[in-house]
């Protein structure tokens, strides 16, 4: 385990990560910045921005300089869909739970969050399972390994929800008894169709909840007497969405699942944001295109389950190539670890440039998540969230080797090697210390009577 | 000395022989308590001082008091008096556990020690929960028993009363359990003869459990995980508002308006001037702060194992703590090869340090049993944090003062001061001292004398400590 160590570090310097940090010079590295080709030269990491790439920058007074010669410089890598950090996923007791949020059950010591820093991934959409129909409420968050769960949010970023669709949702409402059922207590809905409905009936609901604010406030200005309706979180997430406030990322597989939920979508007057996994996405990329959506997909994992057979390594390519904007996500920690590998993969299975296959986990993520203003690619004025490889990010044997987030380093692969005899020792001294003493058992995490 | 039992101990003959292990009461009187140190906590010490007791109430404190004509003086001299303690989170006294359920808990006790516990602290759900369909949403107010009084369940003669009392504890802050809002507490004092006659106040604080979960794939009813949970929570408060304003439009246009339905889950949230929220791990901490700063709550964090950590992020939020004495363990009978993780070894290392953290950050708290039941494992656990950096003056604070001043009863009790609630604890020593032994317990000006200890190997829920203090 890494975590004490940098617990005490981290927590004292991310407090004051900013206004502490030195600039950061990497010098003679091949810069991949994404959207402006690559740049043999130097990349200059100041108050937490790319302050500078070029040929020659000169190093500030007091800066860092780092040789990064047969080095590798990246943007960030950006997971459109993990779990990581959170203390619940699913609220799968009902078919619609657009009241619950993953922002509320954020964990920033999960171990999976350092992992992650350590494959290179700066930020991370954090979603609500697939459970339901309509799940919960998600939320975008950087690796700021050692701050708070507050202090982990993409300030700023979009809010979205959860959608599923297919077996995941229906399967609680089987007969058969499935995967999450419980026979005795069924959950509508129990087939596509049902699904289908769910979400109407949500929106309908919605759609009413709104107009009864709208009612009220039209008798507040006609000075008749009123009692506002209450707040309903469940249907006001709904609404941010109709009102194009709130992403809707769709979990999904089958192409006829997609269409419907187009369909859908058009018939509410919403927009989906992204279909994620997505595996039957080839067939239908140029209606995915045309409703604007984006697609977030796997570069080769499928077959799990019935709906994700009918899936090919060429899903990402061919939708790029259709003109979707595309990514490749995680949904899992460890998966999480090597998505630059993943990106690799479209290079082998459908010939993207090399460019477009790191596209896939930066830039084209960050576009999915409106966040492409502030990281993505490295351009001058964009966060300084940066990656340092050993070798080229597409290569099997390259590893990152350094990661900042807003210019702060939060990973460095030589200072974990090094620190580990002194944390094991800690460990050891600690186990010792706490030998099984025998007798009654700890409850643990919650402290006082409960459930 | 002249002693009758309390109706307290007016048990039924079949319970017999466990009345030998009771306090003996004396009636209410007057009563002058006479060349003892006094610590009065809130001030400083008399080393030789004196305390009247009269009709149930402190009538005088001091270094130069002459015991009244009419009272009964009883000679302190190398004895000291403290307030009696408080427990800041309790379940004693409380009937809320089917009968049944605590006597599987106590069966499953080894010894004496498992005699005395009355209410598990993990409570069963009632069956009334567990056969009703699963709950579809926040309107249907699952796991909701917000209007549930303590005070109006207290089951007088509930063994642990007597156990505590043993052991100094003359109050209990108790609390319905079960639910997500499990109800409202109450300050009760430890002796009485009708549940009535032992609340101090009967609705000090709504107490809510988060129950943990990732969640799954439904059936059991909403909400079945922590966001959930969470989500639930905020919704009630928000409900709650909205319930008050619909009310107070209502009541001037209630013609013409549609009236809004009562609702008893609000009424009970509503009718709490605090809640607790519980709060053990940094991260649940933090959270919990959070929360209390988004809902606007007048809250009170209780667990803090790992407030060592949070201890300044909690003084900034100004929120007080109720710290459990019940420290986290291994899991009994667990895997020997599990490797644990460092930061749960850190924890459970860590987690006596809370209370000095807290102290030393200007933190207001209070010590509460967490489901103990034996004053003397709660010493010890109280004794664990003084090693760990408490002062003493800090530790008996947390268990009387501190919990009267944060839930609003400090005029009444948590020190010895003229006019409060005459609730005293007499011992032959520091109150922490490994062979302390209490003399005397008084509970609204009753006269309580543990009876001397039992031979070793006797039965359980002995009077006075052994050696846990």
């Not at chain 2, 699952?142 to 063994?159: G, H």
């Amino acid at each position: 385990m890494k975590r004490s160590v940098f617990i005490a570090l981290l927590l004292a310097s991310a407090l004051s990560a900013f206004a502490a940090d030195v600039p950061v010079l990497i010098q003679n590295a091949t810069i991949l910045t994404i959207t402006n080709g690559t740049v043999k030269g130097s990349i200059l990491l100041r108050n937490g921005k790319i302050a500078a790439i070029g040929d020659k920058v000169l190093a500030p007074p007091g800066a860092k300089v780092i040789d990064g010669a047969g080095k590798f410089v990246m943007p960030g890598i950006i997971d459109c869909h993990s779990h990581i950090m959170a203390e619940a996923i699913n609220e799968g007791s009902v078919s619609v739970s657009s009241m619950v949020g993953i922002e509320d059950v954020l964990n920033p010591e999960d171990i999976a969050i350092y992992r992650a820093l350590a494959g290179g991934v700066t930020t991370a959409n954090i979603l609500h399972g697939s459970a339901n129909s309509i799940g919960g409420k998600t939320v975008v968050t950087k690796m700021r390994w050692g701050a708070t769960a507050e202090a982990m949010k993409f300030e700023g970023a979009m809010p979205g929800i959860k959608f599923a669709l297919g077996e995941n949702p229906k399967r609680a409402g089987s007969s058969q008894g499935g995967f999450g059922a419980v026979p005795t207590n069924l959950r509508y809905p129990a087939t596509r169709m049902g699904v289908e409905d769910v979400i109407r009936e949500a929106f309908n609901d919605a759609k009413a909840y709104k107009a009864s604010l709208a009612a009220y406030q039209a008798k507040l200005a006609k000075g008749e007497p009123a009692i506002p309706p209450a707040r309903d979180l469940k249907l006001e997430a709904l609404v941010e969405v109709l009102d194009g406030k709130r992403f809707v990322h769709a979990h999904c597989y089958r192409q006829d699942e997609i269409l419907m939920l187009i369909h859908v979508a058009d018939d509410y007057g919403f927009k989906i944001r992204t279909f994620q996994h997505v595996l039957e996405g080839y067939k239908v990329a140029k209606e995915i295109q045309a409703h604007g959506a984006g697609a977030s997909t796997f570069s080769d994992w499928w077959a799990y389950k019935m709906e994700a057979q009918d899936a090919i390594p060429y899903n990402a390519a061919i939708l790029v190539k259709k003109g979707v904007l595309t990514s490749l996500n995680s949904d899992d920690a460890e998966l999480m670890r090597h998505l630059d590998k993943e990106a690799a993969k479209t290079v082998k299975y459908g010939g993207l440039t090399e460019t477009e296959a790191l596209s896939l986990v930066t830039i084209n993520p960050a576009k999915q998540l409106a966040i492409d203003k502030r990281v993505g690619s490295l351009e001058v004025g964009k966060d300084a969230d940066v990656l340092l490889y050993d070798g080229h990010p597409l290569s099997n044997f390259s590893k990152v080797e350094k990661v900042w987030i807003d210019g702060h380093q939060y990973f460095d692969r030589d200072e974990d090697e090094a620190g580990r005899p002194k944390k094991a020792i800690e460990k050891k001294a600690l186990t010792e210390k706490a030998a099984p003493a025998g007798g009654r058992g700890g409850q643990g995490s919650t402290g006082g009577p409960n459930q | 000395m002249k002693q009758k039992f309390a109706g307290i101990l007016l048990i039924p003959l079949a319970l017999a022989p466990l009345a030998t292990t009771s306090l003996q009461a004396q009636d209410r009187g007057t009563y002058a308590l006479k060349d003892a140190r006094v610590v009065r906590v809130s001030g400083p010490v008399i080393e030789h001082g004196t305390v009247v007791v009269r009709d149930g109430l402190i009538e005088a404190v001091g270094a130069n008091i002459t015991p009244p004509a009419d009272a009964w003086v009883i000679d302190c001299k190398g004895l000291t008096v403290y307030p009696g303690l408080i427990d800041s989170l309790s379940t004693w006294g409380n009937t809320n556990t089917p009968p049944a359920a605590a006597a599987a808990a106590a069966g499953g006790r080894g010894g004496g020690r498992g005699a005395v516990v009355a209410t598990p602290v993990v409570a069963t759900p009632t069956p009334a929960v567990s056969t009703a369909p699963p709950s579809r949403g926040p309107e249907d107010r699952p796991s909701t028993a917000s209007w549930l009084k303590a005070a109006d369940q207290i089951f007088p003669t509930d063994r642990a009363i007597e156990t505590a009392r043993n052991g100094g504890f003359t109050s209990a802050v108790t609390f319905p359990t079960g639910n997500i809002f499990a109800g409202q507490g109450s300050v009760i004092d430890l002796a009485g003869d009708r549940a009535g006659d032992m609340v101090l106040a009967d609705a000090i604080g709504q107490y809510i459990t988060i129950p943990s979960g990732r969640g799954g794939g439904g059936g059991r009813g909403y909400p079945g995980s922590l966001m959930g949970v969470i989500a639930y929570i905020r919704q009630i408060y928000m409900d709650a508002e909205h319930y008050k304003l619909a009310k107070s439009i209502y009541e001037k246009h209630p013609d013409g308006l549609q009236r809004p339905a009562y609702d008893r889950a609000l009424e009970g949230v509503i009718a709490s001037p605090r809640v607790l929220l519980p709060a053990t791990r940094d991260v649940e901490i933090l959270r919990m702060i959070a929360f209390a700063k988004e809902m606007k709550l007048n809250a009170i964090l209780y667990g803090g194992h790992e407030a060592w950590r949070s201890a300044d992020a909690i003084k900034k939020a100004g929120l007080p703590v109720l710290l459990s004495l019940k420290y986290p363990e291994r899991v009994a009978d667990s895997d020997p090869a599990l490797e644990e993780p460092l930061r749960v070894l850190e924890l459970r290392d860590k987690a006596p340090t809370a209370a000095a953290a807290l102290e030393k950050a200007g933190v207001k708290f209070a010590f509460y049993s967490d489901g103990q039941s034996t004053p003397r494992d709660l010493m010890a656990a109280v004794k664990k944090a003084v090693d760990a950096g408490l002062t003493p003056d800090g530790a008996i604070k947390a268990l009387t003062l501190n919990a009267a001043e944060i839930y609003g009863v400090s005029n009444r009790v948590g020190s010895i001061d003229k006019g409060k609630i005459a609730n005293l604890v007499v011992s032959d020593g520091d109150i922490f001292g490994v062979r302390t032994r209490v003399k005397y317990v008084f509970v609204d000006g009753g006269k309580y004398e543990p009876l001397p200890e039992e031979p070793a190997g006797g039965r359980g829920g002995r009077a006075g400590r052994s050696g846990g203090f």
